[in-house]
């Protein structure tokens, strides 16, 4: 084993043991950090292990030490995790400006398809066990959005397999408190997660934004143990409130207050019997109720407009057989009612068949030529010489 894999794992609490006083002699160097006491006061309502609107799938964490050797071809055995990261925890730690442990958390939105994010918050808590959280106050820590359909979960995973993601596309920067919760505003992130053609990962990876010499090694307390809160807001697409379009509370022609009584929801032109009115529809049917509001009676698809009538003032279409769709029973197949047993071994008997009048000939019976036995042989001999006897009488 070479020395630079033993020294690595070690390296992160050496330098950062060594580096935060001084970073902190100076103040901050992450201008965003600035003024993180008004920002947690003015985001009260988020607190870690409270999950409104969305909540957390999977998550997981992966280790540069955790590595094969280059230029060997030899895959190396799995490093432990390293002692200062408790199990469970997501870790994000920096080495000289360099990533040392990212982590990756999936979500899962209760908004409909189609709907606007107007909100998305993330709170995470700094893990207390002890050595959890070196350089904390230094640290820059920022959330960017997983570029790959499917990633897979794990403690201290191969480097190689963490999950691609693409922090030009969007970023979001922890702002850290005093009491060591650190907030991600995920909505410019998460733009585009509710689409209706979104196809993707809701998922984003904690990684470092250090320069060197900066180091730090934090772990956020998981999601299984309550360190993650997460407030999701949304707008629901137009049209499903009922005030533009069709809505579904029925305010714009589907409660029958417009285009004629709601007894004559259906017209008796629009299915053969007659062009009534928008109140009595029903009437040249014959045999119906015409005091139904409803027009599932008469096969109509639930939701479909009961003023459809072909006198009445309705939005409906006039005299349309769509309007109140009566159902078609489906074809049968022929084979529907046999077993199953039957419709499997049906081929091969078909095949069977097929086989046994290719080896009987095209007649479909034995050639008795072809099976004469010895005693139809000797008959025939003997047949054969009682003619010649006679002929030789004859002549």
């Known amino acids: 084993m070479s020395l630079s894999r033993l020294v ?19 103040g901050p160097t992450d201008p965003s950090r600035a003024g993180a006491g008004d920002e947690r006061t003015a985001r009260s309502d988020l607190e870690p292990g409270r999950m409104q609107g969305a909540s ?7 280790y540069v030490a955790n590595e094969p050797p280059p230029d060997t071809g030899v895959v190396a055995a799995p490093q432990p995790p390293a002692p200062t990261t408790p199990a469970g925890s997501m870790p994000v730690a920096a080495v000289l400006g360099e990533a040392l442990k990212v982590s990756a958390v999936e979500f899962a939105l209760e908004a409909e398809p ?22 904390g106050e230094v640290a820059s820590v920022v959330a960017c959005p997983v570029t790959e359909l499917f990633w897979a979960d794990g403690q201290g995973a191969a480097w190689k397999n963490r999950p691609t993601y693409d922090c030009d596309r969007a970023e979001a920067a922890g702002v850290r408190d005093d009491q060591g919760r650190w907030s991600f505003d995920l909505t410019a992130v998460a733009s585009g997660w509710t689409d209706t053609d979104f196809v993707g990962s809701r998922g984003i990876v904690l990684v470092e934004k250090a320069e060197a010499p900066e180091s730090f090694d934090v772990a956020f307390t998981g999601f299984q143990d309550d360190g993650v809160g997460l407030v999701v807001r949304t707008t629901a697409p137009e049209g499903t409130d009922g005030t533009d379009g069709a809505g579904t509370d029925g305010t714009d022609g589907t ?17 053969g019997g007659g062009s009534g009115g928008g109140g009595d529809g029903l009437d040249g049917l014959g045999g119906f109720d015409d005091t139904s509001t409803d ?13 459809a009538g072909a006198g009445g003032g309705g939005d409906g279409a006039d005299g349309s057989i769509e309007a109140g769709a009566v159902p078609v029973a489906a074809n ?44 139809s042989r000797a008959l025939d001999r003997l047949r054969d010489s009682r003619g010649l006897g006679a002929l030789k009488v004859v002549r």
Not at 114 to 135: K, N
Not at 348 to 374: E, I, Q, S, W
């Open 114 to 135: 189609g709907s606007s994010i107007d909100r998305f918050e993330m709170v995470l808590q700094e893990s207390g066990a002890p050595a959890a959280a070196l350089g």
């Open 56 to 62: 957390v799938v999977k998550s997981g964490w992966w």
């Open 295 to 307: 027009g599932s009676a008469l096969g109509a698809p639930a939701g479909s407009s009961p003023d």
């Open 8 to 26: 690595l794992p070690v390296l992160p609490a050496l330098m950062i043991t060594v580096l935060p006083g001084a970073a902190l002699a100076d």
């Open 332 to 375: 049968i197949a022929w084979y529907s009612g046999l077993p199953r047993g039957v419709v499997v071994l049906l081929p091969f008997v078909l095949a069977l068949a097929y086989l046994m009048m290719l080896a009987l000939g095209p007649a479909g019976r034995p050639d008795p030529a072809a099976n004469r036995r010895g005693v």
């Open 255 to 271: 409660d029958g207050t417009e285009g004629g009584s709601t007894s004559g929801g259906t017209s008796g032109g629009a299915l």
